[in-house]
T-cell receptor, first 112, second 114 residues
Framework: QKEVEQNSGPLSVPEGAIASLNCTYS??????FFWYRQYSGKSPELIMF????GDKEDGRFTAQLNKASQYVSLLIRDSQPSDSATYLC????????????FGTGTKLQVIP | DAGVIQSPRHEVTEMGQEVTLRCKPI?????LFWYRQTMMRGLELLIY????????DSGMPEDRFSAKMPNASFSTLKIQPSEPRDSAVYFC????????????FGPGTRLLVL
């Protein structure tokens, strides 16, 4: 099993719809989880992080965490064409310091 | 404040040549990371430093790769000799703190080895 797994997509949603991106991880000791967005040809940038079970909302973005199921998701409401990008799930190792494993990313396409 | 700075932005070289990638982290950040990104393998951590000390280099693919951080504001990743399979985008990232903090990525160096 890979340490961090994501569906590579592409995930296509119409403009205005909700996009749901999923990520599973294997390290039960992981305490925090990050979502990065990467536009084509650009570098990853952080959009959300979550530490506690449940939901965390920031504008149109909601991160959901279920540690028992080792599952983290990102919901994008009212999807816009500008949201078209690859979304990377990042899970720090539980062993300390800052080693992070990134998933391979889900490519999202928002169709106007 | 300036973000993470990487140079060169693009590098084309021939197999067998030495390649040196450079990174200047954000001022005040104490951790620095080197990643490699390819379509097949995604974003892979090669090595990271904390307070200029290499902490984990288990991702360095082989002895042809080496990295240094002589001071808090500069790091290099060297490939010698380079091979076509080293073609990828190499990112440098930095962060502040000792736990699981946000990483800030540089623009990357796109390397093509012919």
């Amino acid at each position: 099993q890979k340490e961090v797994e994501q569906n590579s997509g592409p995930l296509s949603v119409p403009e205005g719809a909700i996009a749901s991106l999923n990520c599973t991880y294997s390290d039960r000791g992981s305490q925090s989880f990050f979502w990065y967005r990467q536009y084509s040809g650009k570098s990853p940038e952080l959009i959300m992080f979550i530490y506690s079970n449940g939901d965390k909302e920031d504008g149109r973005f909601t991160a959901q965490l279920n540690k028992a199921s080792q599952y983290v998701s990102l919901l994008i409401r009212d999807s816009q064409p500008s949201d078209s990008a690859t979304y990377l799930c990042a899970v720090p190792h539980s062993g300390g310091y800052q080693k992070v494993t990134f998933g391979t990313g889900t490519k999202l396409q928002v169709i106007p | 404040d300036a973000g993470v700075i990487q140079s060169p932005r693009h590098e084309v070289t021939e197999m067998g040549q030495e390649v040196t990638l450079r990174c200047k982290p954000i001022s005040g950040h104490n951790s620095l990371f080197w990643y490699r990104q390819t379509m097949m393998r995604g974003l892979e951590l090669l090595i990271y430093f904390n307070n200029n000390v290499p902490i984990d280099d288990s991702g360095m693919p082989e002895d042809r790769f080496s990295a240094k951080m002589p001071n808090a504001s500069f790091s290099t990743l060297k490939i010698q000799p380079s091979e076509p399979r080293d073609s990828a985008v190499y990112f440098c990232a930095s962060s502040y703190g000792t736990l699981q903090e946000t990483q800030y990525f540089g623009p990357g160096t796109r390397l093509l080895v012919l």
